[in-house]
Each structure stands twice: as C-alpha cells, then as structure tokens.
C-alpha cells in the first residue's frame, strides 16, 4: 500500500488503529525448507475469491470459512466477494494475476524456478478478525500436507 | 495476513506473504514478508503486465531461502506512473452522456444509464473474455431494479431464499459497481483506478442511488441490511467528503 505517512489523517488512523488487535503474536514460528527450485508451493489469498456459483463471503461466523480454488482454475471462473469496499477491484477485474498470480506461478514451476504448483489454492476474506481464523487454518495445514505442499504464498488484497 | 503465517508455519508449513500495511505486518511479526507500496487491492502491482509482477512474485518467493527471521524486506519498485497515483491527475474519458440519463426518477434514469453503459461492458467482457459483474446471479438491470423497489419499499424481501437481505443487497450493488467499473475501462481514455471509482461516486446515477440505499440500510430492524448499509456500502473515502462517517 502507500506509506501510511502519505495517507490523509482519517485512513492512516484507520490503519493505526487496527494495531491494537495485532498484539499476542509473540512467537516466533520459523521452519526451514530446501531451495526453492525443490519447494511445492501454493497459494492462500484473503482476497474473497472463490468460483463462481461457491457460496460468496458473508459477514458473521460464515466470514472465516476459506474456499478452495482448483490449481487449474479458469480466469473466467473466478469472482470476489470480499466484504470490505474499500479496496480497489479494477486491478482483478483487467487480470487475476494482480491478486491471484497463478498464471506467474505455473510459469515459474515450468521454468524450475520452484518445484511444483499445489494442486489446490485457497481463499479467505481479510475482513475476518483475525484470531478467529486459527481453527480453519490450522485445519488448512493439514489439506496443504496431504497436497505434498512446503511452501505458503500467502497473500492479502 | 500475518496471523494465518503464525497459525501454518506453527503447523510446520513454510509461509512467505505480501505487505500491504508494513507497520501491521511488523506489529505481528510475520515470518516472512515483502512490503509493496501498491494500491490496496493490487498485491501484484500491475493488471496486465506479466513481468511487473513476475518481479514481485520472485521477489516475495526468494524469502523462502532466508536463513533466520522474521523477514520483512521492502519492495523497491513503484507502479509505473500510468497506473499509479500519478496518472490520477490525467482525464478521465467518460462519453456517455449522463447529465441526461439523470433527468427522470432515479430508477428510470438509472435504468438508462446502464443501457447506456451496456455496450461498453459488452467490449470490456469480449475483450476480457469474463466479467467479475457474477455474484448475485442478477443481470445489471434486474439487480438495479432489486435495488431501487428496496429503497421504495425496505421491507423487500431478498431475490433469493437462501440470501438473507443484507446479502442479497450486497451482493446486488457489487455486481452493479463491477459492469459500472468494467463498461468504463472499455471506453477511450485512461482510467487510473481512483479516478473510475471517483467517477462511479460523483458522476453516475448508480453513485447517486447508492447514497439513497444507504439511507434505507440505516434505518432498516434487519441486522444484515442495517451492517450492510453502515460498512460495505459506501468506501470511506466517500463518506469522509459527505461528512458522513459514523
């Protein structure tokens, strides 16, 4: 984004506040892989995508539930329906690949850049809080393991 | 972001991620992060540039290799001028003539002004070989229809029994704001993102019934539709030059 120094007040006390729900992470997980020409990677994007005719994000206890997009995915096939409208979405509507670089991956993958490409990606909605993902995401892992995957791109909008 | 880095790289899976709001990404602490100074909603940089964001997305992969951390490096490539703030102050084309569209009622004129638009979604989908305008399954006009009858009458029940009303709205002004956003990208010009979204909120008659909508929403007893109306209706920004913030 921007440097919150160059936002106007009201947004960059906005994006100051949210600060407050950001403390407790105080451990420092860290696990070690190999290069990354070896690594099967796959990505978990909280931009609110999903297939068209999934059931769209909604706000409540339904906001922490993830999609799961198929690592063949068609552009076409992908819509958003991220709760926040304060976001831009001309970016994704001209090109997926501005928020769900797949496209990029797959050419990496050919070129042996990285390993592999996960057979399954998944889509959160950051409007979520955040502490209240933990369960989906942990359940995730144990998807990601059984998909041979060592390597997250994880990636907000 | 960085919470879901905490909770897979707890599980034993490596993770790696974008920054949009680096002093967020530092207060959590996430286990490997790049910083990109790009729009809110553009984590990749640049729509239809492969290379852009093939810089980024190595950039942002090469974290993997990191020995020790937590890592949070800062990307060093702005967008290209033409899409970034600097072109926000080029013109912005918009043919359609909407000062007459406006004339009538607001659902009539609203009504005409996607006719007006449809030609241009048509170029935009064809060209893009999709539209994201998919959501509420509602083609423009039936979802602007939905729209205006909830404003004459808020107790309109939702176009779907298993939507409630909040997001049976939603879900209708989103796909409403997309055929906008995609018809006018399709029209002669440039069209920087902030100022399409200017355009949509000052200029259309769809902005117009928006900010009606979201006086119905207000008032409305169903939980849904008052959140709805209060939060993701209408972008901050819009409402901070309303002085309309709550």
Known sequence: MVRLADLPEWEREHMLDKLKNLSGFDSRPWVKGGPLRQRRVAIVTTSGLHRRGDRPFAAGAAATDYRVIPGKVKAGELVMSHLSINFDRTGFQQDINVVFPIDRLNELAREGVIGTVADYHYAFMGAAPIRQLEPKARQLAGLLKKDKVDAVLLTPV | ?246
């Open chain 2, 1 to 246: 972001m960085g919470a879901l880095g905490h909770y897979l790289e707890q599980e034993g899976i490596a993770t790696t991620q974008i920054s949009l709001v680096r002093e967020h990404t530092a207060a959590i602490g996430a286990p490997r992060a790049l910083w990109v100074p790009f729009i809110l909603g553009r984590p990749f940089g640049v729509p239809g540039d492969a290379a852009f964001q093939r810089r980024v997305l190595l950039a942002v992969l090469r974290l993997l290799e990191a020995e020790t951390g937590p890592v949070l490096e800062d990307y060093p490539e702005d967008a290209p001028a033409s899409t970034a703030a600097a072109d926000e102050a080029e013109s912005f084309a918009c043919p359609v003539s909407f000062g007459k569209a406006a004339a009538g009622d607001d659902a009539s004129a609203l009504q005409q002004e996607i006719a007006e638009l449809a030609p241009w979604h048509d170029i935009a989908a064809q060209r893009r070989g999709r539209t994201t305008a998919a959501l509420s399954g509602l083609s423009a006009e039936a979802a602007a229809r939905f729209i205006t009858d909830f404003i004459a009458d808020p107790q309109k029940t939702s176009y779907r029994e298993d939507l409630a009303c909040g997001l049976a709205l939603r879900l209708a002004c989103e796909d409403i704001k997309a055929f906008y956003l995609e018809a006018v990208s399709a029209q002669p010009g440039q069209s920087a993102a902030h100022q399409a979204h200017e355009w949509f909120w000052r200029e259309t008659v769809a902005g117009r019934v928006f900010l009606s909508l979201r006086e119905a929403c207000l008032g409305h007893a169903d939980p849904s539709v008052h959140g709805f109306g209060s939060n993701n209706l209408v972008p901050r920004a819009i409402l901070h030059t309303l002085g309309a913030v709550t």
